[in-house]
């Protein structure tokens, strides 16, 4: 059961304006399943913009398709029509090897389940992105070691850690190479209330001093207080 979170304002404000010119423009996508001899509409349609340093929610009840949306938004599934442009680059029509470099390059991802690599360290865990992308950084991973309270984790396993400290290891994995969007699929669906809470807070608090745009997928009304835009998924499709 997600938490349902009390987001503080101080030092997390709701007040950030982002750029307006879009970041993240999706146009009339849609997506379907087949399930058994049927072919299930997932996504019917869809538009979306997300500016520069945005803060954008989707929220939907299970099975409205808001995790589906996200995958789409990210690069991480082609949609069956319509198109997704990230920094006025066409996502939908890049290979599967450029997409990968994309969201090496420009995205960053935080997921439920964390997807820590478990034999790697904290510290090695957050320098990951930048590794594969052949241009580490110590100093940067050291930097968000502080900023997510881990310096005294910096050498343990992912198996060694609470639930709350693996969510700060793949928010500082997020960041790790200054990313021009988040992706965070139900960020703190596995935390207690009070690492939710936490979690939650933290994020906002490096969203808002990095600039990058954060994409949340949630049930939690509360971060709609605090989002520029909040997108409400019914049956597929945009309600409203």
Not at 39 to 64: H, N, P, Q, T, Y
Not at 99 to 127: C, Y
Not at 201 to 207: A, K
């Amino acid at each position: 059961m997600t938490a349902t979170l009390d987001v503080k304002t101080n030092p997390v404000t709701s007040n950030h304006k982002p750029d307006s010119q879009p970041l993240l423009h999706a146009n009339n996508l849609s997506k379907s399943v087949s399930v058994g001899d049927q072919r299930i509409d997932i996504i019917k349609g869809i538009d979306i913009s997300i500016a520069a340093g945005e803060f954008a929610v989707i929220m939907g009840k299970s099975g409205s398709g808001k995790s589906t949306l996200l995958g789409l938004l990210a690069g991480l599934d082609y949609p069956d029509s319509g198109e997704v442009w990230l920094d006025n680059q066409n996502l939908t029509q890049l290979s599967e090897e450029a997409l990968a470099q994309k969201r090496q390059q420009d995205m960053g991802f935080v997921f439920q389940s964390f997807h820590l690599l478990p034999t790697l360290t904290v510290a090695e865990n957050i320098a990951f992105p930048l590794d594969i992308a052949r241009r580490s950084d110590a100093n940067r991973v050291e930097e968000l070691l502080v900023a997510v309270g881990l310096t005294h984790r910096r050498d343990s396993l992912p198996h060694q850690l609470s639930g709350g400290e693996q969510q700060r290891t793949a928010l500082a994995r997020a960041l790790v190479a200054k990313p021009k969007i988040i992706f965070a699929d139900e960020p703190t669906g596995n935390l207690d209330e009070q690492n939710a809470q936490q979690v939650m807070n933290l994020l906002l608090e490096l969203q808002q001093q990095s600039g990058t745009a954060l994409v949340v997928v949630t049930h939690d009304p509360a971060l709609t207080e605090h989002a520029n835009q909040v997108i409400t998924i019914v049956d597929g499709r945009v309600a409203g």
